[in-house]
């Protein structure tokens, strides 16, 4: 991302949001009310035109045909990675860490979170941006705490002890849309970090199949996704080869359980339509729990 600028990156995700909750209840996977006063110009002049009937499905097959697979993954993963929270949360989980929060309101949108205390933890540009929409969007939230940071250059175990973060609370990581956009180092210092949670703790987070930074036409829609990402100055920069994934957590105290490729989640959600999706195969979500060696 560009400095002094919140992630345009985390501005579309937003954006995918508020198109599936302007359908239809018994259409759509999830409603997030506050997506659409997240947006800002032009994204914002969509975020209105899409109350009108029929303007949400022309939008969205604008993008899918521009960038083939984003939207309808984003919108799998949200549904996927609610149903893991909101399963997670009566496993006494004692506290949720969003690791790069992004425009993620899931603090003020799912019931389920409002007892827990929640950590939003993201660079200052995005979360500053983001507090500034939610001061007009939502009430305050005495369970939210907010946590800037950049991962790349700064340690995750003082800023969160300064946050109040306890270190032998259950918790549930959520780190989702980030790893693809660090470094090696950075994806490893926080593995093992969240790996220092009590037995029990969970993690989900996102990556890209390491062959999608060394091969990009190998799938399918990737040229326009990449020169918007060079455009908005959020390069990708690291993924994992798959099958390399339960080894890669093991030496880091993490044990895999599921490790699922965009088509896989998409069929969880949009059952025979997801046969006819293309694109983004390359993106997965992964879940791991955190061993009897963590602490």
Same mark, same amino acid.
């Given at each position: 991302m560009r400095i002094g600028r919140a992630s345009r990156t985390a501005e579309l995700m937003a954006l995918f949001r508020a198109l599936e909750s302007s359908r239809r209840e018994n259409e759509r996977l999830f409603n997030d009310p506050f997506a659409k006063g997240l947006l800002t110009w032009p994204l914002s002049a969509v975020g209105r035109l899409i109350a009108v009937p029929g303007v949400e499905r022309i939008v969205s097959t604008i993008i899918d045909r521009r960038v083939p697979g984003a939207r309808s993954s984003a919108i799998a993963r949200t549904r996927l990675i609610d149903e893991?929270?909101?399963?997670?949360?009566?496993?006494?989980?004692?506290?949720?860490?969003?690791?790069?929060?992004?425009?993620?309101?899931?603090?003020?949108? *799912?019931?389920?979170?409002?007892?827990?205390?929640?950590? +939003?933890?993201?660079?200052?540009?995005?979360?500053? &941006?983001?507090?500034?929409?939610?001061?007009?969007l939502a009430p305050d939230s005495e369970n939210v705490r907010f946590v800037a940071m950049d991962f790349n250059t700064q340690d995750l175990a003082s800023v969160m002890t300064a946050a109040g973060y306890r270190e032998t609370a259950r918790t549930f990581f959520l780190w989702e849309g980030v790893t693809n956009?660090?470094?090696?180092?950075?994806?490893?210092?926080?593995?093992?970090?969240?790996a220092s949670a009590p037995p029990g703790s969970r993690l989900l987070f996102t990556y890209v199949h390491?062959?999608?930074?060394?091969n990009p036409s190998a799938f399918h829609g990737t040229a326009k996704l990449f020169e918007s990402l060079e455009k908005f100055g959020e390069k990708w920069t690291f993924g994992i080869e798959p099958s390399r994934l339960r080894a890669?957590?093991?030496?880091?105290? *993490?044990?895999?359980?599921?490790?699922?490729?965009?088509? +896989?989640?998409?069929?969880?959600?949009?059952?025979? &339509?997801?046969?006819?999706?293309?694109g983004y195969e390359f993106y997965r979500i992964a879940m791991a729990r955190v061993g009897a060696g963590g602490q």
């Open positions: 893991a929270i909101e399963a997670s949360l009566g496993e006494a989980i004692e506290q949720l860490v969003i690791l790069g929060s992004g425009y993620d309101c899931r603090a003020y949108r *799912l019931p389920s979170m409002r007892g827990v205390d929640v950590f +939003e933890v993201d660079h200052p540009d995005t979360q500053g &941006a983001k507090r500034t929409a939610l001061a007009r956009y660090l470094s090696e180092e950075a994806v490893d210092r926080t593995l093992r970090w969240c390491r062959d999608v930074l060394t890669f957590l093991a030496e880091r105290n *993490l044990i895999l359980e599921s490790d699922l490729g965009a088509a +896989e989640y998409r069929e969880l959600f949009f059952d025979k &339509a997801a046969g006819k999706m293309r």
